[in-house]
T-cell receptor, first 111, second 112 residues
Framework: DAGITQSPRYKITETGRQVTLMCHQT?????MFWYRQDLGHGLRLIYY???????DKGEVPDGYVVSRSKTENFPLTLESATRSQTSVYFC??????????FGPGTRLTVL | QKEVEQNSGPLSVPEGAIASLNCTYS??????FFWYRQYSGKSPELIMF????GDKEDGRFTAQLNKASQYVSLLIRDSQPSDSATYLC????????????FGRGTSLIVHP
């Protein structure tokens, strides 16, 4: 299917566990992004990538790790999940026209 | 001060009225401006973008940009209950950056 997908859509985990959220896009967009969205904070950028093997920190990178070995995939790993990382996570991609296309989101709960 | 400011609302308008959503930004060199709509429980989707001063119309939507005053607005004419959503303003900084800064969004409620 064309577009941008995220998996899993829902995840419940425990404090201290490692969690990986997956993002896949079929457009070959150069840029990919990870955001978290929390009430009162709006969308906050965690990490972004301008191309394969190029990643950079956003506004709230602490506790997260990303990689981008292939253009189409941009996984986000929480190395040791904390309750404060309970959130809705959105992946997005864009070409050089600036417009961002968002995935459906992953709702993560850390107990 | 957040770089992109929006009134969180909710903004409540009757069906058929004009809804006016506003956004101010702090980086005077910003070049690209976007409005995204986000329904409850869904992901944001782009509805308008504007690069130049003035108005840009697309159907019932009009984006207005005033770089001198550093604000961008979105007008929704003939508002419908289906327009009820959160509207996010996003701004790309100067220098060819493709990294937008989002406002916190304004909640719009259109009541019948």
């Amino acid at each position: 299917d064309a577009g941008i997908t995220q998996s899993p859509r829902y995840k419940i985990t425990e404090t201290g566990r490692q969690v990986t959220l997956m993002c896949h896009q079929t457009w070959s967009h150069s840029y990919m992004f990870w955001y978290r969205q929390d009430l009162g904070h709006g969308l906050r950028l965690i990490y972004y990538s301008a191309a394969a093997d190029i990643t950079d920190k956003g506004e709230v990178p602490d506790g997260y790790v990303v990689s981008r070995s292939k253009t189409e995939n941009f996984p986000l790993t929480l190395e040791s999940a904390t309750r404060s990382q309970t959130s809705v996570y959105f992946c997005a991609s864009s070409d050089r026209a600036d417009t961002q296309y968002f995935g459906p989101g992953t709702r993560l709960t850390v107990l | 001060q957040k770089e992109v400011e929006q009134n969180s609302g909710p903004l409540s308008v009757p069906e058929g009225a004009i809804a006016s959503l506003n956004c101010t930004y702090s980086d005077r060199g910003s070049q690209s401006f976007f409005w995204y709509r986000q329904y409850s429980g869904k992901s944001p989707e782009l509805i308008m973008f504007i690069y130049s001063n003035g108005d840009k119309e697309d159907g019932r939507f009009t984006a207005q940009l005033n770089k001198a005053s550093q604000y961008v607005s979105l007008l929704i004419r003939d508002s419908q209950p289906s327009d009820s959503a959160t509207y996010l303003c996003a701004v790309n900084k100067a220098g060819g950056s493709y990294i937008p800064t989002f406002g916190r969004g304004t909640s719009l409620i259109v009541h019948p």
